[in-house]
Every structure is written in structure tokens, then in C-alpha cells.
């Protein structure tokens, strides 16, 4: 039997076991192709290069017909996996929710009956939700695990899975391996029971109650926002609570505020990305608003752009970051709140949080990348990622939310706006108190997760010892375990006033490279600025011909 015939009936076995009718015809469709047609060959390799791996992001694939893509098959193994699990551990309770993306609604369904086929009580929350009220209804209900369909801010054409334990954090190794282990001993997919009752349960209107109670009530609400859901789920939640708490003057972008699993008007549905934000800068400035706040369709993430003199300024997720981890002091000041507890952040992001936490006397924690790490922190007040993900109630939420940070932003800038001053002023101040931070995130996307892994191993064969004139100080591998953390993928390159982080992203075909830059506080702060800035320049300039290389 040649590779090809080898190929072609691996896909038919897998046929065989689907359920799914349109599948199964996409693929018969291809596999009649692929008897003649060697690009067809091609695309039924891709489909079946292998199982879906189950990894601690659970599952992101593209959805498609074939074992290596998301599609009712491969979610009903995963389904069977994670109940399964539970039952090892004699867990009972799952809470099941999805975004809007093409295919979650039946995953999440498929996921319920499953679960409850094989002896769990599953709820299923409202179609479709955002992750936070999840993560949120996890919690207040205490229950055992959940699972949210989402692929978050990937393309268009992913879907995922994302698994939570009864922490209320995502779920970490070994968790993940022994899933994956009994995913693959799974029946085939049509032979997986989908015939168990759930409960529905709505739990969008109890989130926004819960955030709103936690909000201060006693700043002015004379704020005008700019908001975009960037064809996702967040806007009825977003607005709900805005509304409630009295914040009304919102403006919306339209063509963005319901959702769509194409995302027809932005060509990745990241508000990190450029010219996602573009919409809603117009909006912003047809209306004159305080501040702008985009969330990804998933809503566990939240991007915010002020006004300046020079134009409309998009806050980098460290310098959201930093905002917020003082706004989050500061609030409970003017609340007469005892300050108290932990911050954190992951190893990739900016110093400052650190700065401003130990300044308080609060303790802080680096920790891998990945928010199913930082919200295990214990006592966390306030937790962050630069890839603009925030934890400000990381009690009840222990996930990133970008419907309570986007809160704590528009109250933020309230509170700035009735001190005469704004978000910029109040960076340049802690700036000036704690030293200049400055980072900047460079990617490299390529064609599949093999090639980012073979480009992360040719840079640690050949690390250079130099990045453009700055002499490099120190190189860790995080594969050897660094700042008492497990061991991961990615090298830490150290010079005298800075650091940059390669490691490759955790969900996509991506290497990411985060650079940090920084000076002790100083009156000289213009020049101090400007010198670093030349210093990122210069430093993004090396890190491209090297990645290029």
C-alpha cells in the first residue's frame, strides 16, 4: 500500500466513525479527489496529520472535516475525555459555555449530552456568553470543571476548547496529559453516547449584577466611550453593565456589534493587531469620547485607546497593565479598603506592575505565560498578561475579563478626568516615581507549529552574543527552569538595562518576542524616554535580521 492509499484509508476510517453529515461529505468529497488529484492528496494530509493534540489550552484548531481539525468528531472524544476525567476524580458538576464562532454552538450541545450520557450534571449557559461569565459561573456555582468553546482572538477559520478545574483556573500538567491520555483511548466518535439531558441555566445578568456591586459608585459617570465587540460576544454584556451603573453615553460600532463568525470587517479579530481598531477609532473620534475600549470576540480581552494632542493613543497591554495594577490600589484608598494581598504577572510582561505592587507593600509573582498560571497565584488582587489580558476580581473570575477591566478602565479614566488630568499624565507620573518602562512585542508567523519549533531551535543552536551594539549579558533557556519556574520553551536574553523574552506562542503558528527596556526614575524624563526609545529601535532592528536569518 502506497503513503498515498495509506492516506486515503485513514480518511475513510475516520469517515466511517463520523456523525456529522456535512462532514462526512466534505470528506467524501476529498477523498474521491484525492484518488486523482494531487492537491487534494495534499489537503487530506493536512487533515490527518495526526490526532487533535489536548494540550493546557485544551484544544485550537481550524474546524474542518478530519481528525486534525475541530469538527463534532474530535470535540465528541474530547468530550468523552473530559468527563471522564471528572468521573476519575469523582468529580460530578460541569458547566458548559460557548462563543459565537462557526461550529460552537454544536460542540458546546454535543459536549452537554455527552457529559451527561456518561452520569454528570451539566449545565449549559446562555448561546452565546463571553468567557469571563464562565469563568464566573464556575465559581459561584462551585462546581467541578467547565468547558467554553472558543478559540478567543484566533482567525476566523479556529475553533477551541478551552477546560477548567474546580480551582476556577484553567487547567494545568499534569491535568492536560491525563485527558489527552483518555481522549485517545476514547470510542469512536458515533459510538460515543449524545443522548444525556442537561439543564440550561442563564448567568449573564448575575456576572453583571456581581461586577456592577464591585464598581464605585460615587465617580461621575460623564463619560463618553467608544466600544467595539469586534464581531464577538461582548457588547450585550458590556452594555448591560455600563447601563446599569449609569455609564450611558456609549457608542458603538455598529457593523461590529453583533456577532460574526467571519469577522467580515477586520482581518484578525485581536484588537492587538493592526488596524483591528480602526472602526472604532473613527467612531471615537466622530463622538469626541474619554476612551475607547475594544473586546476580542470572547470578551477576555480588553484594549483601551486615549485621547492625546497628537491623536488617538493605543495603550499597549503593559501600559494598560500598569494603569490598572495602580488603579486597583488606588480604588480601594478611596474605598478605605485595606491594601493587602499578592499582584502578578506573566514572566513576558513589563516590570512596572512589580515596581508599583512592592511599593505597597503587596507581594508579586512572575509566572509562565498563561492565564491558567496567573490566576493561581494566592491572594491575587490584581493579575495580567501584556497580551492585554487583566484579572481585576480575580476572587470570583480566575480568568482574564475583559468586561471587569473594561469597567475599571472607563472608571479610571472618570477618576483622572475629575483630577484634571488623563491616562498619559498618569503614566508619565508613575514613571517618574518608579523609572521609565518601555516594551514592545515583535511576531514572526509562520506556516505551522513545526516550523516556529524548528525556528526557536536554530536560534538556541545559535544565540548570538550581541544584539546590534548592546553586548548581552546573560542568556537563559527556559528550558532548564528560570526565576524558580517550570520548565518551558523559550530563551531570555539579559542586558544591562532590559531583557528580551522568544518563546512561541502557546495557541498559534506564532514566535513572539518581547522586549523590556527601562531606566532608574529620574527629573530628565523627556531624555530619559527618548533614549529608550532609540534603545527599542535599535533593538527591534537586530531581533528582525535575526529572526530572518
Given at each position: 500500500m502506497t503513503l498515498d492509499e495509506q492516506l486515503i484509508k485513514t480518511a475513510q476510517d475516520w469517515v466511517a466513525q463520523d456523525f456529522d453529515e456535512a462532514?462526512?461529505?466534505?470528506?467524501?468529497?476529498?477523498?474521491?479527489?484525492?484518488?486523482?488529484?494531487?492537491?487534494?492528496?495534499?489537503?487530506?494530509?493536512?487533515?490527518?496529520?495526526?490526532?487533535?493534540?489536548?494540550?493546557?489550552?485544551?484544544?485550537?484548531?481550524?474546524?474542518?472535516?478530519?481528525?486534525?481539525?475541530?469538527?463534532?468528531?474530535?470535540?465528541?472524544?474530547?468530550?468523552?475525555?473530559?468527563?471522564?476525567?471528572?468521573?476519575?476524580?469523582?468529580?460530578?458538576?460541569?458547566?458548559?459555555?460557548?462563543?459565537?464562532?462557526?461550529?460552537?454552538?454544536?460542540?458546546?450541545?454535543?459536549?452537554?449530552?455527552?457529559?451527561?450520557?456518561?452520569?454528570?450534571?451539566?449545565?449549559?449557559?446562555?448561546?452565546?456568553?463571553?468567557?469571563?461569565?464562565?469563568?464566573?459561573?464556575?465559581?459561584?456555582?462551585?462546581?467541578?470543571?467547565?468547558?467554553?468553546?472558543?478559540?478567543?482572538?484566533?482567525?476566523?477559520?479556529?475553533?477551541?476548547?478551552?477546560?477548567?478545574?474546580?480551582?476556577?483556573?484553567?487547567?494545568?500538567?499534569?491535568?492536560?496529559?491525563e485527558i489527552a491520555e483518555l481522549i485517545s483511548t476514547a470510542p469512536k466518535a458515533n459510538q460515543i453516547d449524545r443522548s444525556g439531558a442537561y439543564q440550561d441555566l442563564t448567568m449573564i445578568d448575575e456576572y453583571v449584577d456581581f461586577v456592577a456591586s464591585k464598581a464605585l459608585y460615587d465617580l461621575s459617570k460623564d463619560v463618553k466611550i467608544a466600544y467595539t465587540a469586534l464581531h464577538g460576544v461582548g457588547s450585550v454584556t458590556f452594555n448591560k453593565l455600563m447601563k446599569k451603573l449609569g455609564y450611558l453615553k456609549i457608542f458603538e460600532v455598529d457593523k461590529q456589534q453583533l456577532p460574526a463568525p467571519n469577522f467580515p470587517t477586520v482581518k484578525f479579530p485581536n484588537p492587538e493587531e493592526d488596524g483591528a481598531m480602526e472602526l472604532v477609532l473613527e467612531v471615537a473620534s466622530a463622538n469626541q469620547v474619554d476612551v475607547v475600549i475594544a473586546n476580542d470576540p470572547d470578551a477576555d480581552r480588553t484594549a483601551v485607546a486615549v485621547p492625546t494632542k497628537s491623536g488617538w493613543r493605543v495603550l499597549t497591554g503593559d501600559e494598560l497593565g500598569t494603569l490598572l495594577a495602580w488603579w486597583c490600589i488606588k480604588r480601594r484608598e478611596l474605598n478605605g479598603e485595606a491594601i493587602a494581598g499578592a499582584m502578578a504577572a506573566s514572566i513576558v510582561s513589563g516590570s512596572m506592575c512589580k515596581r508599583i505592587a512592592e511599593a505597597h507593600g503587596l507581594e508579586f509573582f512572575y509566572t509562565l505565560t498563561g492565564f491558567k498560571y496567573v490566576s493561581r497565584v494566592p491572594e491575587l488582587i490584581f493579575g495580567y498578561e501584556e497580551a492585554i489580558g487583566y484579572a481585576v476580581l480575580p476572587a470570583q473570575v480566575k480568568d482574564k475579563d475583559g468586561i471587569s477591566a473594561a469597567l475599571f478602565a472607563v472608571e479610571l479614566i472618570s477618576y483622572l478626568k475629575s483630577q484634571n488630568s488623563s491616562a498619559v499624565e498618569q503614566l508619565e507620573s508613575l514613571y517618574s516615581e518608579f523609572g521609565?518602562?518601555?516594551?514592545?512585542?515583535?511576531?514572526?508567523?509562520?506556516?505551522?507549529?513545526?516550523?516556529?519549533?524548528?525556528?526557536?531551535?536554530?536560534?538556541?543552536?545559535n544565540l548570538p552574543s550581541r544584539l546590534g551594539t548592546i553586548a548581552l549579558q546573560q542568556i537563559e533557556n527556559f528550558a532548564d527552569g528560570i526565576d524558580s519556574l517550570p520548565k518551558s520553551n523559550g530563551i531570555k536574553l539579559n542586558f544591562n538595562n532590559g531583557r528580551v523574552i522568544i518563546r512561541p506562542s502557546g495557541t498559534e503558528p506564532k514566535l513572539k518576542c518581547y522586549i523590556e527596556v527601562f531606566g532608574p526614575p529620574t527629573k530628565q524624563l523627556a531624555t530619559q524616554q527618548g533614549e529608550l526609545q532609540d534603545l527599542l529601535v535599535e533593538l527591534t532592528a537586530s531581533l528582525t535580521e535575526l529572526f530572518a536569518t
Open positions: 462532514n462526512i461529505a466534505e470528506l467524501t468529497e476529498l477523498i474521491t479527489a484525492a484518488k486523482s488529484n494531487p492537491s487534494a492528496v495534499a489537503e487530506l494530509a493536512t487533515r490527518f496529520s495526526g490526532p487533535l493534540k489536548f494540550g493546557t489550552a485544551g484544544l485550537r484548531a481550524k474546524t474542518g472535516a478530519g481528525e486534525s481539525q475541530m469538527n463534532r468528531a474530535s470535540v465528541a472524544k474530547a468530550a468523552f475525555g473530559v468527563a471522564t476525567w471528572m468521573q476519575s476524580q469523582q468529580y460530578r458538576t460541569l458547566v458548559v459555555g460557548n462563543d459565537a464562532r462557526t461550529g460552537s454552538n454544536a460542540y458546546a450541545t454535543d459536549t452537554c449530552n455527552i457529559a451527561a450520557a456518561l452520569g454528570l450534571t451539566v449545565i449549559r449557559l446562555e448561546n452565546p456568553l463571553p468567557t469571563p461569565v464562565l469563568a464566573y459561573a464556575l465559581t459561584k456555582l462551585k462546581a467541578d470543571a467547565a468547558i467554553m468553546v472558543t478559540a478567543s482572538h484566533n482567525p476566523a477559520s479556529d475553533n477551541g476548547y478551552k477546560v477548567y478545574d474546580k480551582t476556577g483556573s484553567q487547567i494545568i500538567s499534569p491535568t492536560d496529559e521609565t518602562v518601555l516594551t514592545k512585542q515583535i511576531t514572526l508567523r509562520l506556516d505551522s507549529i513545526e516550523a516556529v519549533t524548528n525556528k526557536l531551535n536554530g536560534l538556541v543552536a
